[in-house]
């Protein structure tokens, strides 16, 4: 089929590589318009429009697809299917019906359970024991067309937002191919979402990422795991944000001290009194520092007894 395919960021790579291995044609690739970033902030490609350059494949990167004359451009690449992974922009009706079979998209979870901007995160957030991925037929509604196809990913008390997000965008690529392959043999089954079911994932803040030691253990432990990648836990030190990246609910100790106190530290962990619990951060960083275990972090240093 002649595919255009619609991503911007690194977890709709592995989708994109998988169609340019198979017997698809992907006849152009859109992406968002490129960014500044690093401190030079240099324009720089996002991860999907560097395969599609490296491949020789057309990329367009409108700065909405609402106007006329960027609908005709897509239409004259007439594309049997259109394929939407993390691409960031939205796409109005006329654009979902160019498409000779409509615009699927790979959604990070097991909808209806989390739509939205955040799917991965928030899963995790919730304390939900597993998540996936849901090939869906776009919709005018967010996130809200038939399911074609899912595929489930556990969640473990050890995955972060980012080792989701991973494992997510390999499962994606592989559902997709799939889908496909029942799109062309006309052996697709939608199902309609019920939305009763329906959570949705709102988008992540900075705000959000300053952890408050009232709250449980077992809240805290998955708000840092959820946000390894993005936007980061942190708690205050010395008045600047200590970035915490990877931690261990121990739900089990009673930790009398008042929440945000440091209660022990080893080389095991820096363990931390909540409302409820003791949380135990593996993983850290200061200002302009590098990430550290909490092992390297306690060379030469110590936080017992240190109220965050």
Same mark, same amino acid.
């Given at each position: 089929?002649?595919?255009?395919? @619609?991503?911007?960021?690194?977890?709709?790579?592995? %989708?994109?590589? *998988?169609?340019?291995?198979?017997?698809? =044609?992907?006849? %152009?690739?859109?992406?968002?318009?490129?960014?500044? /970033?690093?401190?030079?902030?240099?324009?720089?490609?996002?991860?999907?429009?560097?395969?599609?350059?490296? *491949?020789?494949?057309?990329? =367009?990167?409108?700065? $909405?697809?609402?106007?006329?004359? =960027?609908?005709?451009?897509?239409?004259?690449? +007439?594309?049997?299917?259109?394929?939407?992974? +993390?691409?960031?922009?939205?796409?109005?009706?006329?654009?979902?019906?160019?498409?000779?079979?409509?615009?699927?998209?790979?959604? &990070?979870?097991?909808?209806?359970?989390?739509?939205? /901007?955040?799917?991965?995160?928030?899963?995790?957030?919730?304390?939900?024991?597993?998540?996936?991925?849901?090939?869906?037929?776009?919709?005018?509604?967010?996130?809200?067309?038939?399911?074609?196809?899912?595929?489930?990913?556990?969640?473990? @008390?050890?995955?972060?937002?980012?080792?989701?997000?991973?494992?997510?965008?390999?499962?994606? %690529?592989?559902?997709?191919?799939?889908?496909?392959?029942?799109? !062309? /043999?006309?052996?697709?089954?939608?199902?309609?979402?019920?939305? @009763?079911? +329906?959570?949705?994932?709102?988008?992540?803040?900075?705000? !959000?990422?300053?952890?408050?030691?009232?709250?449980?253990?077992?809240?805290?432990?998955?708000?840092?795991?959820?946000?390894?990648?993005?936007?980061?836990?942190?708690?205050?030190? !010395?008045?600047?944000?200590?970035?915490?990246? @990877?931690?261990?609910?121990?739900?089990?100790?009673?930790?009398? $001290?008042?929440?945000?106190?440091?209660?022990?530290? $080893?080389? $095991?962990?820096?363990?931390?009194?909540? &409302? =409820?619990?003791?949380?135990?951060?593996?993983?850290?960083?200061?200002?302009? &520092?590098?990430?550290?275990?909490? !092992?390297?972090?306690?060379?030469?240093?110590?936080?017992?007894?240190?109220?965050?």
């Amino acid at each position: 089929m002649r595919v255009v395919y @619609a991503g911007t960021p690194e977890f709709a790579v592995p %989708a994109l590589q *998988a169609l340019l291995t198979s017997g698809h =044609e992907v006849v %152009a690739v859109y992406c968002q318009p490129d960014r500044p /970033a690093g401190r030079g902030r240099k324009l720089t490609f996002g991860a999907v429009k560097q395969v599609a350059v490296d *491949a020789g494949i057309p990329v =367009e990167q409108p700065l $909405s697809l609402k106007a006329v004359e =960027e609908q005709d451009k897509l239409r004259a690449y +007439a594309p049997d299917v259109l394929i939407v992974a +993390a691409y960031g922009l939205i796409l109005p009706q006329v654009v979902l019906d160019i498409p000779r079979h409509g615009c699927l998209n790979i959604h &990070g979870s097991l909808l209806p359970r989390w739509r939205g /901007a955040a799917p991965i995160q928030r899963a995790i957030q919730a304390g939900d024991t597993e998540t996936g991925v849901t090939i869906m037929q776009m919709a005018a509604g967010l996130d809200t067309g038939d399911m074609l196809h899912k595929v489930v990913c556990p969640i473990t @008390a050890t995955d972060g937002g980012q080792s989701i997000h991973d494992k997510l965008a390999a499962q994606g %690529a592989t559902a997709l191919l799939h889908t496909l392959a029942l799109l !062309e /043999a006309g052996k697709l089954q939608p199902e309609a979402q019920d939305d @009763a079911l +329906a959570n949705y994932a709102h988008k992540l803040t900075k705000a !959000e990422a300053q952890i408050d030691w009232t709250q449980t253990a077992a809240v805290i432990d998955r708000t840092i795991r959820a946000f390894d990648a993005y936007p980061v836990a942190f708690t205050l030190y !010395e008045g600047q944000p200590l970035r915490l990246f @990877a931690s261990r609910s121990l739900s089990e100790v009673e930790g009398n $001290s008042p929440p945000g106190t440091v209660i022990a530290e $080893s080389k $095991s962990g820096i363990d931390i009194a909540t &409302g =409820e619990g003791v949380v135990r951060i593996l993983s850290l960083q200061l200002p302009g &520092g590098k990430r550290l275990t909490a !092992e390297q972090f306690l060379n030469g240093r110590s936080l017992l007894g240190v109220q965050l």
